[in-house]
């Protein structure tokens, strides 16, 4: 499942091998604050944002919110990274929002299934505009 991809493959392929420092909501958000808040100063204080696009991500509406945040975050600062990555193939998902389908008619993003996809997040991650 997707907890399972997070704690094993992003966590060691990003953090332990690649040296990236990751914002994981199970981890690294403050007790007692608001979720929006712990949501809000992650991004607002990161590089970018990697967005790991799933049923499960679709569903959640703390994942939409996310989503959302860190897009309009992308938005209005043009250093701020902003990356999908397909954890299921487009055509699997069900009631995606119209904001997201339009994001992805119009992005690149990447399948999870990508030979090169630690390289290739990295790379987004490090560039400058």
């Known amino acids: 499942g997707d907890a399972n991809f997070i704690d094993n493959d992003v966590i060691q392929n990003l953090e332990q091998r690649r040296g990236l ?4 909501h199970q981890r690294d958000f403050l007790a007692g604050e608001l979720i929006a808040e712990n949501i809000t100063k992650a991004i607002l204080s ?11 991500f679709i569903d959640s509406g703390w994942c939409q919110y996310e989503f959302a ?3 309009e975050h992308a938005t209005m600062e043009k250093n701020f990274k902003f990356l999908i990555v397909l954890l299921e193939p487009a055509t ?3 009631k995606v929002p119209r904001y997201i389908r ?17 390289s290739k997040i ?4 490090m560039e400058s505009n």
């Open 69 to 71: 945040v860190a897009h």
């Open 92 to 94: 699997k998902l069900s």
């Open 21 to 24: 420092q990751l914002c994981i």
């Open 102 to 118: 339009a994001y992805l008619r119009t992005r690149t993003y990447l399948p999870h299934d990508d030979p090169l996809i630690w």
């Open 46 to 56: 990161s590089r970018g944002a990697i967005i790991m696009l799933s049923q499960k």
């Open 122 to 125: 990295t790379a987004h991650l």
